[in-house]
């Protein structure tokens, strides 16, 4: 019996899918996309007789039957979903399902969306001394939020943030953050669909970012950056600092000794 290879497809350019993630499409005779999220574009990879389902209008269990079938039959089966999968993926239940009728899978790991955005906008979330740290999280909307993980509790660290699937209450993730330690005049990123080519960027602060959105009529398929990495201050890593040594490279003033 063949086991399930759940693969990520990137966030959205269809060559930000790994080689191995690749590979697997072209060699799959199932594959189940997010149809919602997933460039259709990668499908052309695929091999012409694959059989292709769009799992945004399948419930659990009908997924689970269509990877069952496939690999009883010893089909390679491809759940393509997009980003990697670890990042709100919904992969435990559909692991947990398949563990009880005894087929294996294995996790391809993909480019979430979070680093397809950062790399849009050319950034880093932990620039030195000003953030070393990135939360990722969501708002509580019909899937609730540990009590812990509220928006406004995880605000009070004021470090680098991507916020995901909120975009359409921008209004109220502003508010909560501002209820944490962020500032008013915070630099905040919208990035709606990072790496397509219809990717759209709105850049503003706390104070101007919800009016912004709404004239771009952004409401979905877009993460929330914010933080002061986003901002105008930085500073050098020591990594490069020619002051600095470390087990590869010794400090300028040792180098000739
Ligand atoms: N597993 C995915 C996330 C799936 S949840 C990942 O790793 O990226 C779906 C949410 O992800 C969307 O609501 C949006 O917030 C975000 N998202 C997915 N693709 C995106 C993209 N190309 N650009 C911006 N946000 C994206």
Request: a negative charge; glycine letters at 6%.
């Amino acid at each position: 019996m063949e086991k399930i290879y759940f693969v990520g497809a990137g966030p959205g350019d269809e060559e930000l899918i790994s080689l191995k993630g690749y590979r697997l499409l072209k060699r799959a005779d199932i594959v189940i996309f997010a149809g919602s999220l997933v460039n259709p574009k990668l499908l052309d990879y695929c091999k012409e007789d694959c059989q292709i389902y769009d799992s945004s209008v399948l419930y659990l269990e009908e997924i689970i039957e269509i990877m069952r079938d496939g690999a009883k039959k010893d089909k390679i089966v491809v759940r393509l979903q997009t980003g990697d999968v670890s990042i709100y993926g919904s992969i435990r239940e559909q692991a947990e399902e398949l563990k009880k009728i005894g087929i294996d899978y294995e996790s391809v790991a993909g480019i979430s969306s979070f680093l397809g955005a950062a790399a849009s906008l050319g950034i880093e979330y932990t620039v030195p001394e000003i953030s070393q740290s990135l939360i990722i999280t969501r708002l509580e909307g019909r899937t609730p939020v540990p009590k812990l993980e509220k928006l406004e509790l995880l605000a009070e660290h004021k470090t680098s943030m991507a916020i995901f699937l909120s975009v359409q209450n921008i209004e109220k993730v502003v508010e909560k953050l501002l209820e944490g330690a962020y500032e008013e005049n915070t630099p905040i990123a919208v990035v709606y669909k990072a790496t397509w080519e219809d990717e759209k960027i709105v850049m503003g602060t706390l104070n101007d970012i919800t009016q912004k959105v709404k004239n771009s009529e952004i409401s979905k398929t877009a993460l929330i950056l914010v933080g002061d990495f986003l901002g105008d201050k930085y500073n050098y890593s020591k990594l490069y600092s020619k002051y600095f040594s470390h087990e590869y490279r010794d400090a300028i003033y040792n180098r000739n000794k």
